[in-house]
C-alpha cells in the first residue's frame, strides 16, 4: 500500500473539504504477545510514506540487533511511545496513530498483548469498527488470543481479520495456515484470513473487503 498525495496550491481548499467527507475506519490489533500487533502497523505506516525522515533515522540508529548486515530497522519501535515499552521491547499503553489514504481516513489502535494490560486492550477496542487479531504461524492459537477475540466479540466488533503473521519463518507453509484457520475460525463466521510476512510489505486490505493472501506464498 503506497499513498503519496501532491495538492496544487489552487487546490487547497477543495483537497480539505474532500478529506472532511472521507468516511473513517477505527480498528486495533491484538493478540498474544509477540504476534507482530505493532511491527504490522508500523509496515503499514511504512508502506504508506506516512514516516518522517528523522523518525527513519533514529529508528535506524536503534534498529534491531538481529537484522541481517544491521540493516533491517524495528518498525515496532514507532509504537512504542513510554521509554519503559523502548527498553523492555513490549506493548503497555494503548498507541493510537492517525493516517488517510486517497479513500479513507483510519485510526489504529495498538493494544498490549500480555495478559496483565489485558484492559488496555478493552480501552482499545471500546471504540473499533475492526480487529485485527495476529496469531504468530509458530505458536498457534495461545489464551491470550482467545482472550483477545472473546472480548472484541463481546464489544461488538463484527468485522474481524485473522492475520497468520510470520508465515516467512515457517517457509510459508500452506499445511500451517491451514491448521490455525478453521480453529480461529470457529463460531466467527464473519472472520477473514490471511497470511502475512514479518519483513515483506503488509497484505492486508485494510477497508472491510475481504484480504488476500501474501504473494510470497505460492498458495
Known sequence: MSYVQSIPPHDIEAHLVEHDNKSILRFITCGSVDDGKSTLIGRLLYDAKLIFEDQLANL????????????????????????AEREQGITIDVAYRYFATSKRKFIVADTPGHEEYTRNMVTGASTADLAIILIDSRQGILQQTRRHSYIASLLGIRHVVLAVNKIDLVDFRQQVYDEIVPSANRGSPSTSPTAISRRRSASLSLPTRPVTKNIRATW
Open 60 to 83: 535506524g540508529r536503534v534498529g534491531s540487533p538481529g537484522a541481517a548486515n544491521g540493516k533491517e530497522i524495528d518498525l515496532a519501535l514507532l509504537l512504542d511511545g513510554l521509554e
